[in-house]
């Protein structure tokens, strides 16, 4: 079972949207599997971080859009809702084209700072519609010069890997905010960041941590650009592998590949000390670190009609997310929990590494009362009963 989900991975991320009209296709789940054996490249390194590609010689080609994209372009808006909730926005995708959304995508604005808190996608022509998130910016709850809309970041880098860990596979609040107040102390503590207010946002955009995230991603930009085939990435610092993404295709790689870099670039640049007793990591570990054996399961979570996410434990404190989209996977997803307990202070602080689903599974139920106020529970869609 974990070689036949370790062999899919590549080839049929690569071809869930085929059905939609898309340009090219691949053949559906279990049809000649050993073919879609996922080639892994590299490493690629620049200083302490790493990266791995891993191609596939058949990809969707439907194109998306993503969430920077279409601020910048004022073909997607967010807002808060008629009436302000902690964990749900509404947003309007007004382009032709699907909108990919990652877990980790950040917005500045509005009555208070977001994270959003899965990857998910936004069809063409969306109207407007709920947006499941967790809020980045703890002691704020009014609005700022946007008014209600929120803005795109001036640093486009997705929210760093353990807060996007303490939201989509904690699903606690309270954890995503203790991993935005150890950020914001140890970049003050370095000096490469202010930690005058409660936003990761503040941190993630002062002009030390832009120039790190800038020179991650030039540095390794060219690794991409010369492997068409690429449909994903794996990430690793200072040999220790954080985790691994697969896309449908090159294209929407190529809009989130530096923005997942500069999202370690902050961590990278504190954990530079550490970097001399790092361990060589090869193209073998990507292999292993996809192919754990499965532990457990959580029951899927159905974000809204259309977007449903998976997530399964897997031996070595690696958790795999899937998010499907119409029945079809849009992006699969491997994740370290290394770091994910340490120093959290919401429910799941006590449960220990491997811990994650079972924490997840009781968060998702907890109420949480921020500044007196009770945060919903997540965000649905039309059609989710």
């Known amino acids: 079972m974990n070689k036949s989900r370790t062999l899919w991975a590549c080839g049929c991320v690569a071809a869930v949207l085929a059905a939609g009209g898309c340009q090219q296709s691949a053949p559906p789940v279990g049809a000649a599997q050993e073919e879609a054996v996922p080639a892994v490249s590299g490493p690629y390194t620049h200083e302490n971080l790493t990266v791995f590609l ?3 010689p058949t990809q969707d080609g439907r194109e998306f859009i993503t969430l920077d994209q279409g601020l910048k372009d004022g073909v997607v ?13 509404q947003i309007e995708n007004g382009s032709d084209y699907p ?3 990652q877990e980790g995508d950040r917005l500045t604005g509005g009555q208070q700072d977001r994270t959003l808190f899965t990857s998910l996608v936004v069809p063409a022509k969306s109207g407007p519609l709920p947006l499941p998130t967790f809020c980045i910016e ?5 609005v700022g010069q946007n008014g209600r809309a929120f803005a795109a970041c001036a640093n486009v880098a997705l929210a760093p890997k353990a807060v996007r860990g303490a939201s989509k596979v904690r699903m606690d609040q309270c954890q995503v905010w203790s991993f935005v107040t150890k950020a914001k102390e140890a970049a003050a503590r370095c000096k490469i960041a202010d930690n005058t207010n409660s936003s990761l946002n503040e941190t993630l955009e002062s002009p030390q941590v832009q120039r790190l995230s800038e020179e991650v991603s030039e540095a390794l930009r060219g690794v991409l650009e010369d492997h068409p085939d690429a449909v994903g990435v794996a990430v690793a610092v200072n040999g220790r592998i954080e985790e691994v993404n697969l896309y449908p295709n090159h294209q929407l790689l190529a809009r989130l590949y530096p923005r997942l870099l500069q999202s370690y670039a902050l961590q990278a640049a504190l954990e530079m000390d550490e970097a001399g007793e ?3 990591v090869g193209a073998e570990d990507v292999r292993q670190f996809m192919a754990a054996k499965e532990t457990r399961r959580q029951d899927p979570e159905k974000i809204d009609g259309r977007n449903v996410l998976h997530l399964r434990q897997l031996e070595g404190s690696v958790v795999e997310c899937e998010t499907s989209y119409d029945g079809a996977v849009v992006h699969r997803q491997y ?22 689903l079972e924490t997840a599974n009781e968060n998702i139920q907890g109420e949480r009362r921020q500044e007196g106020r009770q945060a919903p529970t997540r965000a649905s869609l039309p059609g989710q009963p």
């Open 54 to 56: 891993l191609h596939s």
């Open 77 to 89: 808006k967010v807002t808060e809702k008629a009436e302000a909730e902690v964990r749900s926005l």
């Open 99 to 101: 909108l990919f959304l």
């Open 138 to 142: 703890q002691s704020r709850w009014h």
């Open 278 to 280: 790092a361990k060589a």
């Open 335 to 356: 994740l370290s929990e290394t770091n994910l307990d340490a120093g959290a202070r919401g429910r799941g602080a006590q449960a220990g590494q491997g811990a994650g």
